[in-house]
């Protein structure tokens, strides 16, 4: 495995983070009232106690529950940062995720520590607690991602096959001449000529896809991320030239340096000017057989 790589688009989608969110929380919520490796017996035998009641299990229920969501609220917290950090900046590495999941089992660990010193009045020293609620913690959160990202995983390659079956019914010539975007759902969206497409440009939750149609250029707004375009489309000349454009380089006239920097002007009917960043300067460049100058 290589640590260096970018980490696949599915793990950062939108619908992908609730699944993972849902999962982990319905397995936090069996394991704590199987194991309870939280001390929650302690907290329901006082509970019940207090309330004068038989009914530990209705009581373990509503404790283990209360203890999970608020617990369950730093993978939230996390996995909101991690989508939008990715959507700004794009994807990030596995090395990079995987300290990402580390310092969640921490932070989580950390806040179960606490919370059994604070509200269980735990007798234990907090670096005894601290060390097991990491081991707990872990297997709270790494079993549900390991069978999440074999899920997503599948699913990303039954959609990748449906794609091959649907491009499989066209000619070996016009599979050459055409291309076809799909949403983020994996729904056929948009199918043109390869030589019709300008540029794309990302907009939020979705990639604006400019194109030429009878002497005009036209736009179709996709529901996907400019990622996700360009990982299913790495057998293109399509060029990711900036962290919001990519340029079909077939249509690329000039590259010219300006005072803020190099632009990249394609031919189309619309006199267009994309700008080139210095993360994406050495691609281009590359892309043109000639070093950075």
């Not at 509200?119 to 060390?131: E, G, H, I, M, P």
Request: proline letters at 2%; hydrophobic letters at 45%.
């Amino acid at each position: 495995m290589d640590l260096n790589q970018e980490i696949p688009v599915y793990i950062t989608e939108k619908k992908n983070i609730v699944r993972l969110i849902l999962f982990t929380a319905i397995f936090a919520l069996v394991f704590i009232n199987l194991y309870s490796p939280f001390a929650v017996n302690e907290m329901v035998a006082r509970g019940a106690e207090m309330l004068n009641t038989k009914n530990d299990e209705l009581l373990l229920l509503v404790s283990s529950s209360l203890v999970i969501l608020t617990g369950v609220l730093v993978v939230v917290i996390s996995r909101v940062i991690l989508y939008q950090y990715t959507k700004r900046f794009g994807s990030i590495r596995l090395v990079n995720f995987f300290v990402w999941i580390a310092v969640e089992i921490i932070c989580m660990a950390l806040f179960y520590a606490l919370y059994e010193r604070v509200f269980l009045y735990d007798s234990r020293s907090f670096y005894t607690a601290f060390k097991l609620s990491i081991q707990n913690t872990a297997l709270i959160l790494l079993l549900p991602y390991s069978v999440s990202w074999l899920y997503f995983s599948w699913i990303d390659k039954a959609n990748r096959l449906e794609r091959m079956r649907e491009q499989g019914s066209l000619g070996q010539e016009e599979r050459r001449e055409m291309i076809t975007f799909y949403d983020e759902k994996g729904t056929m969206r948009l199918s043109i000529k390869f030589s019709d497409l300008v540029y794309l440009q990302a907009a939020d939750n979705y990639v604006n896809i400019f194109y030429n149609h009878q002497n005009k250029q036209s736009k179709y707004m996709l529901r996907s991320s400019l990622k996700l375009v360009e990982d299913a489309f790495k057998d293109y000349p399509l060029i990711r030239c900036h962290r919001s454009y990519m340029v079909n380089f077939e249509r690329v006239k000039m590259i010219r340096r300006e005072k803020d920097g190099l632009l990249i002007k394609l031919d189309s009917p619309v006199e267009t000017d994309i700008p080139v960043s210095k993360t994406y300067m050495s691609e281009v460049f590359n892309a043109f057989g000639h070093d950075i100058a």
